[in-house]
């Protein structure tokens, strides 16, 4: 048995965030970090853009640069078995005890797959992603089944290969953009692509990792850490075809069946004709769309979302939320005492202010990492904690089709009542939302390099009444930010 003041579980962004701070903020403490894998995450390049929004960089490092880095951190490969709350102990896959004072589950989330079944492959880690190269490199066509983050990036990066896009929404990206902004971006999606547009590397480090006895592309003993910012930036994703972007996006749809070209012909089926393409008694699987289409492909991703990873600690009773996460309160601490969460494990369960939602990102991932961090230390020298100021307001910045896109607030009017908006478009370069109620702002949606976003994210913090302004306020040669200075 071994024993630590703190012990962290999971070496994504958030378990590391917060052994990071922890360790910044009681030197002198022990401090325990759990990863499944050898590889971790690691914030870079952190800056803040305004006072909600930031930037950074992620890079997977090898384990034992944080204990390098971070004197008082142990950073010990293995897979948790088992939590015990009463006794503060975790026990380990190949038997090992670790006490604990205070513990923070920050196990992130897993992919939802849409099937079992070795031609579908989810991605959410650095090694679904592998497994996703090798297939791709061979692939004359894929289904990518989802609408989130991941699902638009991979779309819009592969090439060599054609893309049916399958999505459950009339617009693409719904999660991030309303259907205005979908439309701008819509040119972009089969645009070719300059390598001149393409962002600098950000992944840095990488590790060849032979896949376990038995396992497949599908399976593994855990899963890692999910993936961070510019994922598949310097990353292979070319298909069997020399060049070319093709891509067809079925709308409103969802997945019927799949099926093996034995299983088709059995089922008296035909696929659907699609331009170009070979034969389709050729493709070695097909699925079935719910408009009665049916698509022959090499294989499909599915990137429908996640779930909270929480079945190892359902014996342990945890309040648990609608969305499956455990539950935490304004100071990161679960139902059980000296028990925390972070990250994607967890549901942010306490009342939000009026301008900040959860969504399971990288961004947040840091964010709570840090401040359960906080939090824990605060508890344990007996001292009060204020909510950190990032929980005021939703700030998110990422990239779209090779477009700067910022969210800010209720972006897309999330459970507003009368409220108003106010667009301004300039085709191919820019597309400004804002959402305003009882003339103020509640959020907004920056798409191209507009530099607003300072501004806005005042104005909606402020809560300035904009009742004579709102007219002119997206009026391009007005200069709403040099007025509000």
Known sequence: MSSCDFLV?????????????????????????????????????????TRTLEQFDVEERHMSTMEAECANVKVIQKIVKSLDTDKHEVLTNDGSVIQYGMLCICTGAKPKVIADNPHVLGIRDTESVQAFQRRLHNARRI?????GGIATELVYEVEGCDVI?????????????????????????NADKKLADRPI????????????????????????????PDWMVDLEMTGSKERGHRIHVDYEVEVAGIYSPTELSDSGKSATAFEGS??????????????????????????????????????????????GGINVDSTMQTSIADVYAAGDVCNASWEHAPHWLQMRL??????????????????????????????ELFAHVTKFFNYKVILLGKFNAQDLQDHELLLRVTKGEEYVKVVLQDSRMQGAVLIGDTDLEETFENLILNQTDLTLLKEHLLEPNVDIEDYFD
């Open 9 to 49: 579980l999971g070496g994504g962004i958030a378990g590391v965030t917060c052994a990071e701070t922890l360790s910044a903020l009681c030197p002198s403490k022990s401090i325990f970090l759990l990863t499944a894998s050898k590889l971790i995450k690691a914030v870079t390049n952190y800056h803040k853009v």
């Open 143 to 147: 289904i990518v089944v989802g609408n």
């Open 165 to 189: 896009w399958a999505i459950k929404d009339a617009s693409i990206t719904s999660t991030f953009i309303d259907p205005g902004a979908a439309q701008f971006c819509l040119p972009g999606l």
């Open 201 to 228: 590397k950000r992944l840095k480090y990488t590790e060849q990792v032979s896949a376990p006895s038995g396992a497949t592309d599908q399976t593994s003993a855990a899963y890692g850490s999910a993936l961070g």
């Open 278 to 323: 070979l034969p389709d008694d050729c493709w070695p699987v097909y699925v079935e769309l719910t408009n009665k289409k049916i698509y022959g492909c090499d294989f499909v991703v599915s990137a429908t979302g996640v779930v909270p990873n929480t079945e190892l600690f359902a014996p342990n009773n945890f309040s648990i939320g609608a969305d």
């Open 362 to 391: 990288w961004s947040q991932a840091r964010q709570m990492g840090a401040y359960a961090a906080k939090c824990m230390v605060a508890r344990s020298q007996g001292a009060d904690i204020h909510m950190d100021f990032c929980f």
